[in-house]
């Protein structure tokens, strides 16, 4: 049994793990590599990966970097299933739709912007239409929390709620080969404690292996309470001027966060006079997704329904649909706050208005996830005096705000709990998600209090189970 990393391998994005044993080929996610130098060359299929001889797929959630790449599979001819929990079906397709039309915008803009006769650069090609995002969700297959399902000879797969966004999981193989049982979970992409609307991780009870992501194993986050105190500032503050405040959020998660948060200060008094603009078209379906699955809601959530307040809803909130009204919003004056995708701020929406608004000293631009490297959204967390959007050279005098506590991931200490929380403890850990300083640190810490001495693997590895 073995198992080989084609992503997530000492850089965040891009969870592809390919497990073999005698009898069975299972891959568990196919995400998307992005920011990084060496994104495009990673996002070629590997030839190591042979659809044909795969017996099925494990998504953990619908993040474009654990699912951006399965329509490549029914691209090569994969009619296997693809197994996951039904809210990560729902908004996978959401992602993926948006996905393949974004590829096909930006190749589209590259073939317009290049120079007469090629002169030498690559013009990208998408990585696969919307015909093969809807042939892969075809294949799909909903499986709740907790039912354990055989999906291969010998293999049998069970989720457990992650806590990360509507409907992630950690998933528990059970491999039974030759007279011995190996369990290996999957710690998929852990949520932190206590955020709002989705209910907290819930761990596998045991596991012989675990593969744990790193993404913040370096660091805990600031306290929610602070955070929202400052979140509330800064708001308080917009509405006393003329400025804009842009939000670059994850239109899945991140966004439905924001809206919860901002809607209770605005039901209490905070806020009232200032536009809140949702401008994510994947954003505004996620976000209908997510008010459609109530039954995945934590107590707070469901006890504010039940007082009459929609959490995912208030009265200043705005949809802005069109491509027309996105623009438009560039010359409407402040105070106004625009969320607006992507996370990262590698694409969407939020492009335009940071092309727009970063040169105005009365910008706030209010970081509220992890910036990959090599991310537009990392230069402006590290304060670069100007960046490029869309070929163009932008000066930045906006004000950078970083909002540590708004992470859909669990800081180092929850990622000991939950490694803590399997028990008895494996004993084979893994290291995955994050980049060397933090999984690093996390290492340091799991061998200190755990007694466990994790493998920290490169792209392209094979680790033998």
């Known amino acids: 049994m073995r198992l080989t990393f084609f992503g997530a391998a000492g850089e965040v994005t891009g969870s592809t793990y390919l497990l073999e044993t005698d009898r069975a080929r299972i891959l568990v996610d196919f995400g998307l590599h ?38 490549m599979l029914a691209q090569r001819g994969y009619r296997g299933v693809v197994h996951a929990t039904p809210a990560t079906i729902r908004l996978a397709d959401i992602i993926l739709q948006d996905a393949a039309a974004l590829q096909a915008a930006d190749a589209e ?86 955020i709002p609307i989705i209910r907290d991780p819930a761990p596998p009870p045991t596991a012989d292996v675990m593969i744990l992501e790193s993404t ?72 209908q997704a997510y008010r459609a699955s109530v039954s995945l809601f934590d107590a707070e959530a469901r006890e504010m329904l039940d007082q009459g307040h929609n959490p995912l809803h208030f009265p200043m909130l705005r949809i802005t649909r069109t491509a027309e009204e996105s623009r438009r919003l560039n010359d409407t004056p402040g105070p106004l706050v625009v969320i607006a995708g992507s996370g990262m701020c590698t694409g969407g929406r939020i492009l335009h208005h940071l092309r727009h608004n970063l040169p105005s000293p009365t910008t706030q631009v209010l970081i509220v996830g992890y910036q990959g490297e090599g991310t537009l959204g990392r230069r402006l ?55 060397p300083k933090a999984r690093d640190a996390l290492h340091a810490r799991l061998k200190r209090e755990i007694g466990l001495d994790a493998a920290r693997p490169v792209l392209g590895e094979t680790i033998e189970l």
Not at 38 to 52: C, G, L, Q, S
Not at 54 to 70: E, F, N, P, S, Y
Not at 382 to 409: N, W, Y
């Open 381 to 435: 967390v590290d304060h670069a005096p100007e960046v490029r959007i869309h070929g163009q050279t932008v000066p930045v005098r906006a004000r950078i705000h970083t909002l540590g506590g708004f992470s859909a991931h669990a800081g180092q200490s929850q990622l000991i709990d939950w490694a803590r929380a399997l028990n008895p403890s494996p004993t084979r850990a893994i290291l995955t998600h994050g980049e």
């Open 109 to 194: 803009r590259a073939q317009r912007h290049a120079p007469p006769g090629g002169g030498g650069a690559r013009v990208p090609r998408p990585l696969y239409s919307p015909e093969d995002v809807r042939s892969v969700i075809r294949l799909f297959r909903g499986l709740d929390y907790g039912h354990e399902a055989a999906i291969a000879p010998g293999i049998a797969v069970r989720f457990f709620d992650a806590g990360h966004i509507l409907g992630s999981a950690s998933a528990l193989l059970t491999v039974r080969e030759h007279g011995t049982t190996t369990t290996i979970a999957f710690s998929g992409d852990i949520g932190p404690r206590g």
């Open 216 to 287: 913040y194993g370096d660091r805990d986050h600031r306290s929610r309470e602070a955070t929202l105190e400052e979140l509330h500032a800064i708001l308080d503050g917009c509405a006393a001027q003329t400025g804009k405040v842009l939000i670059p959020a994850f239109a899945i998660g991140r966004t439905q966060d924001l809206i919860y948060e901002i809607g209770r200060m605005c039901r209490t008094g905070a806020c009232r006079r200032v536009p809140i603009y949702l401008d994510s078209p994947m954003g505004i379906e996620a976000t």
């Open 34 to 71: 992005q920011g990084e130098p060496e994104a495009d060359e990673h996002n070629e299929f590997p030839d190591a990966i042979d659809p044909a001889r795969l017996d099925a797929v494990v998504l953990t959630h619908a993040h474009l970097d654990h699912c951006g790449r399965l329509p």
